[in-house]
């Protein structure tokens, strides 16, 4: 997530020196390309590769620091939270068999990292959100310990106001809010950078941001998040909503989010990123004394280091890069539209499918700004998010078309044409751009084998979801493509053991899914409510959630048999109660059943209710099962006999 070299002390006459310099820098810029200073020479390209680390259980594990005080590569280095890890590959001239080498790199680096980690207990694992992380997981306990990561959160969020909400509907709904950057933690991209002159800047740039939906909808990899199904590439709107600091109650402003598509075509570099500068202020600075004009002056490239510190934190999906090598600049489109995995032969043909996309769609497309409605060009790619490709389009000249067809028929070849153009040998493009082909053709990606694993496994729960992301680690560390995994991994031999049980808690084994009471309702609707459940008891909670009692019924019962007038729940309710945290061991807490005479336990965060730990519940971790299966009906307690 960029640079990280920033001042933690920031005051008042530093913002302004950084906003002085960040001023030169975009002259310098300017100045370099009138003067023909960019690097005219071979096309290059790059890649960074992100990835979570998971334990044995296929559980987020936050051992980056151990891994990296273990490994001396400065390849590999840490991300925002101690279980992410990124690779930064070596840049390659294009051409020949580029993809290839790169290929072989992090194939190599990535299997370091597996050997070290495994030392630890650990794993990485490749996946654009990860289907077993918990809210446990996204806490600022689990931040980089790199000051960078520290001050990024503490200034995005008070520039947000102190929460972020976080709403998406897919085939499920989700809807929460937290307390910090965290969440964007759990998800992890493959990053390709396509090194590009300024004069060709504009058209690339729009080039990029035209195909990125189809390139995207033959690579989502991101159907689950906190245990909902929602969208193909739920990636992309975690992404925009962790670290959106607009403030809900000034929405009559059209401010705009730090992850954004982009809202029309771009004319120039140098026009673009004085909008990001002119729309987004600076999160984090330095204290640099370099004068770019100067170095200029001088004779010397300036590095453009408070550009490049603004820049690290907007989050454009197609973002433009500024680079010095070996003394000359040099500007890249940085394509962060890629989820991490399936796998590295998956990520390479997608990153070989974008690239040849983008140099043939410069040579086919030159008037792309004229020929297509910028609008379209965004709703196709939330709509390839949301259903991969599943997906119609509109395309160049207001032509309709089906994902698949449209890449199958078009687009594929297209690319081969622009990857052999640039040099790249035949057999190599044809081979990497098939990879894509393949999945395209038997709709076979990284989201789809996900969710037919899990619907195979019996639904998202928390024990399934961990058991086929340890699957998809397994099955990662081998050669091949998602089109070559079973599609359904084999179970563990022994899901839960009894050192697992020693260790659950009841947050990870409850039931979530909830039939619950107010006090001011009248019991004989609780009763009801009961019978048509199945359960004996209903827990009773105001209108915040907060736990006040549970009606039980055999409460009910005398009352409604006498006849009287409807009573309360209020006056049947029983109260005080004993309660369990979602922190609490399963173990205390099925104590806490035997003596309390109760077939269930409230489950409370803050003093809210969030679940109930039943007898059926300890009854199943003890059976070796993990966490409740789905259920029909949503229910208060289970129907265990007292």
């Not at 446990?136 to 102190?162: E, F």
């Not at 998800?187 to 800047?201: C, W």
Request: glycine residues 8%; negative net charge; proline residues 6%.
């Amino acid at each position: 997530m960029g640079q990280q070299d920033v001042r933690l002390d920031e005051d008042p006459a530093v913002r302004r020196r950084f906003q002085m310099r960040l001023l030169s820098d975009v002259d310098a810029m300017a100045r370099m390309i009138e003067e023909g200073l960019f690097d005219a020479g071979p096309r290059r390209i790059g890649a960074e590769q992100e990835m979570c680390l998971i334990d044995e259980r296929g559980a987020p594990a936050p051992m980056a620091t151990e891994i990296l005080e273990r490994m001396s590569d400065e390849r590999v280095v840490p991300e925002l939270a101690r279980f992410n890890l990124e690779i930064n590959g070596t840049p390659r001239v294009l051409g020949g068999r580029c993809f290839g080498a790169m290929h072989e790199e992090f194939d190599a680096v990535l299997g370091e990292v597996r050997r070290v980690a495994a030392g630890l207990g650990v794993r990485p694992v490749l996946a654009g959100s990860l289907p077993s992380a918990q809210h446990k997981h996204m806490v600022t306990a689990n931040i980089s310990p790199l000051a960078r990561y520290t001050v990024l959160n503490d200034r995005l969020t008070a520039m947000r106001g102190g929460t972020y909400a976080l709403h998406i509907r897919g085939t499920d709904e989700l809807s929460i809010t937290h307390g910090s950057i965290m969440t964007e933690a759990v998800n992890t991209s493959f990053q390709i950078h396509l090194q590009v002159s300024p004069g060709e800047f504009a058209l690339s740039h729009n080039v990029a941001q035209l195909i990125a939906a189809p390139v995207l909808s033959a690579s989502v990899n991101s159907p689950f998040f906190l245990g909902r199904r929602l969208w193909a590439e739920t990636r992309i709107p975690i992404f925009e909503q962790s670290v959106d600091t607009r403030r809900p109650e000034f929405h009559e402003r059209r401010d705009v989010g730090r992850v954004r598509f982009g809202e029309r075509w771009v004319t120039s570099v140098v026009d673009l990123i004085r909008e990001d500068i002119a729309r987004l202020r600076s999160v984090v600075v330095d204290d640099s004394d370099e004068d770019s004009m100067a170095e200029l002056d001088a004779g010397r490239i300036p590095r453009l280091r408070a550009l490049g510190m603004h820049n690290s934190t907007v989050y454009r999906w197609n973002r433009a890069c500024y680079g010095v090598t070996e003394g000359r600049p040099h500007l890249r489109i940085e394509n962060r539209v890629l989820p991490s995995g399936p796998t590295t032969l998956d990520e390479m043909g997608g990153s070989a499918f974008w690239v040849g996309l983008m140099l043939e769609g410069m040579r086919r497309w030159p008037d792309v700004a004229e020929r297509m409605d910028f609008d379209d060009a965004r709703a196709n790619f939330t709509a390839a998010a949301r259903r991969g490709l599943r997906t119609r389009v509109i395309w160049i000249d207001g032509k309709t078309h089906a994902m698949d067809a449209l890449i199958l028929e078009q687009l594929a070849p297209m690319a081969v044409d622009g990857l052999v153009g640039a040099g790249v040998d035949t057999d190599e493009a044809e081979r990497l751009v098939g990879v894509v082909t393949r999945r395209v053709e038997l709709g076979r990606t990284g989201s789809e084998w996900t969710r037919e694993a899990v619907r195979a496994r019996g639904g998202a729960t928390a024990a399934n979801l961990r058991h086929v992301t340890s699957a998809m680690a397994d099955l990662q560390a081998r050669p091949g493509s998602i089109v070559d995994w079973p599609s359904l991994p084999e179970p563990p031999e022994n899901p839960v053991g009894p050192e697992r049980v020693s260790t659950m808690t009841v947050g990870e084994a409850m039931t979530r899914e909830l039939v619950t009471m107010h006090p001011g309702d009248a019991a004989a609707y609780g009763a009801r409510l009961m019978a048509w459940c199945g359960v004996h008891q209903l827990p009773v909670e105001d209108e915040e959630h907060r736990l006040m009692g549970v009606l039980e019924r055999r409460a009910v019962e005398g009352p409604l048999r006498d006849g009287r007038d409807p009573v309360t729940v209020a006056e049947l309710m029983r109260e005080p109660l004993p309660i369990a945290e979602a922190g609490t061991l399963v173990e205390q807490a099925g104590t806490v059943l035997a003596e309390s005479g109760l077939s269930s336990v409230p489950v409370v965060a803050d003093g809210r209710l969030i679940g109930i730990f039943t007898v059926t519940d300890l009854n199943r971790v003890l059976a070796g099962d993990a966490a409740p299966e789905a259920q029909e009906l949503p229910v208060g307690t289970q129907t265990d006999e007292q």
